[in-house]
C-alpha cells in the first residue's frame, strides 16, 4: 500500500531458497517487489497467509522508501599542482539508498577522458560520507585538467558532476649540470671552433631542439642546441 494506504501492488512469497527467504523448505517465506517509479515515503505491507484447509491469517509490516537522488557537495581538488606530484580529489557524497561506488575521472586539457581514480570512503557511512583519492601528474601535459565524478547507489543509479578542475604547472627552474668545452684544434685561436657541452635536467623534461643561451664574458651570446 502506498503512503495514502491505497493498494498499488501485491506479490507472491515463497520458500524455495530463491527470493531471498534463506534456505528451500526451511518455512521462511521471501519475495521481491520492484519500487521503480514508486514516490519516497512510508509504505505499508498487508501479509495473507493461507493454508491447505483454507485458513487464513494475517499481519501488517511498514518500510520507508528513500529518495534514491544523489547529491554532490563540497568537492575539491588540490590545484595548482606541481609537475611530477599528485592531485588530491575529494567530494562528499549523499544518497538515500546507500553508495556503492564513486569514481573521479580524469580528463586532459582538451576534456578527453586519460585516466580514472576509485575513490575511498574516509569518513561518513553507506548514505552520507566524504571519498577521497589521489592521481599522479607524472608524464601528463601541462595545463588544466577537469574531474569528472561517477556515483552509483545501491539500486544501480549512476550519477555524474563535472565541477572540478586542477592545473598542472612547472615552476621548478631547470638544473645545469657539467659543462665542457672541447677547442678544435687543442690550443684554438681567433676564428677556430670550440664546441661547449652542458647537461640539462627539468621537471617537465626539456623539449627536443630547445635552445640554451651561454655568454662569453667579453665576446657574446651564444645558443647550444639540443642533441
Known amino acids: 500500500e502506498s503512503p495514502d494506504e491505497t493498494i498499488i501492488d501485491s506479490i507472491q512469497l515463497f520458500d524455495d531458497g530463491l527470493n531471498g527467504d534463506g534456505a528451500g523448505g526451511d518455512n521462511q517465506f521471501g519475495g ?36 534514491p537522488t544523489t547529491t554532490f557537495s563540497a568537492q575539491s581538488a588540490t590545484s595548482p599542482v606541481e609537475y611530477g606530484s599528485s592531485v588530491t580529489i575529494s567530494v562528499h557524497v549523499v544518497d538515500g539508498s ?20 576509485i575513490l575511498a570512503l574516509v569518513g561518513g557511512d553507506a548514505y552520507g560520507a566524504t571519498y577521497s583519492g589521489t592521481w599522479s601528474t607524472s608524464g601528463e601535459n601541462l595545463g588544466t585538467y ?36 672541447a677547442p678544435d684544434p687543442a690550443d684554438p685561436e681567433a676564428g677556430d671552433t670550440v664546441t ?13 631542439g630547445a635552445n640554451t643561451n651561454v655568454t662569453i664574458v667579453g665576446i657574446g651570446t651564444f645558443n647550444l642546441v639540443n642533441v
Open 32 to 67: 521481491y517487489w520492484n519500487s521503480s517509479g514508486a514516490a519516497p515515503g512510508n509504505y505499508f505491507l498487508d501479509l495473507e497467509v493461507r493454508d491447505a484447509k483454507n485458513l487464513v491469517d494475517s499481519g501488517v509490516d511498514t518500510f520507508i522508501l528513500s529518495d
Open 196 to 208: 661547449i657541452s652542458t647537461t640539462l635536467t627539468d621537471l617537465a623534461g626539456v623539449a627536443a
Open 146 to 181: 577537469w574531474i569528472d565524478i561517477d556515483a552509483t547507489d545501491t539500486l544501480t543509479n549512476v550519477v555524474s558532476d563535472e565541477t572540478l578542475t586542477f592545473d598542472v604547472e612547472d615552476t621548478t627552474s631547470p638544473v645545469i649540470g657539467a659543462t665542457t668545452d
Open 98 to 117: 546507500g553508495i556503492t561506488s564513486v569514481v573521479a575521472r580524469i580528463q586532459q586539457p582538451d576534456e578527453t577522458d586519460i585516466d580514472s581514480v
